[in-house]
């Protein structure tokens, strides 16, 4: 049985930072691909970073965000700078044993996904 569970989200003044992280049980990240998804209300959940071989941003967060993961800790992190009241949302951690390399920011493409974790930039 997988679980993810993000925690880290908080509420923060534009042009701040925060650290996103992605515990796992019964799932290996390094033997997989995983995933940042966020979901602002009354919009489509939109994939923003992703890990498989090499990491994938959206147009939006590049330059900003960073995807990584611990191996050692099994452990996900998104690191946010210079963030933008634009970024608020849930923020989800997913993960998948194979993606579509064409398609490695598509929802449709993550099997696990956790609870979230809320975001807000004022």
């Known amino acids: 049985h997988v679980q993810l569970v993000e925690s880290g989200g908080e509420s923060v003044q534009a042009g701040g930072s925060l650290r996103l992280s992605c515990d796992t049980s019964?799932?290996?990240?390094?033997?997989?691909?995983a995933a940042w998804f966020r979901q602002a209300p009354g919009k489509e959940r939109e994939g923003v970073a992703s890990?498989?071989?090499?990491?994938v941003y959206a147009d939006s967060v590049k330059g900003r965000f960073t995807i990584s993961q611990n191996t050692a800790k099994n452990t996900l992190y998104l690191q946010m700078n210079s963030l933008e009241p634009e970024d608020t949302a849930m923020y989800y951690c997913?993960?998948?044993?194979?993606?579509?390399?064409?398609?490695?920011?598509?929802?449709?493409?993550?099997?696990?996904w956790g609870q979230g974790t809320q975001v807000t930039v004022s």
């Open positions: 997913a993960a998948a044993r194979t993606v579509y390399a064409g398609d490695v920011l598509g929802k449709n493409q993550y099997e696990y």
């Open positions: 019964g799932y290996t990240f390094s033997r997989g691909c």
């Open positions: 890990i498989c071989s090499i990491a």
